[in-house]
């Protein structure tokens, strides 16, 4: 299986729900908390096409009830 590495998002750069997820997390010391936030809120690379897309907006995209 050929895997890439996730790229995290940079905490100084999120911004909404994450920044606060991430702010929080941070505040009340859970550190490997906030590291999977920035991961959540990061970018993964296609092992098969090599396109890149943001992690969170691909599950919520791919997690919608159907209408």
């Known amino acids: 299986m050929d895997r890439r590495e996730l790229r995290p998002a940079d905490p100084a750069a999120l911004s909404g729900v994450g920044r606060r997820m991430h702010e929080t997390a941070v505040r009340d010391g ?7 936030i920035a991961h959540l809120f990061g970018h993964a690379e296609c092992p098969h096409c090599a396109s890149v897309f943001n992690v969170a907006e691909e599950y919520t995209s791919a997690n919608r009830p159907v209408m």
């Open 30 to 36: 859970q550190g490997s908390l906030a590291d999977g």
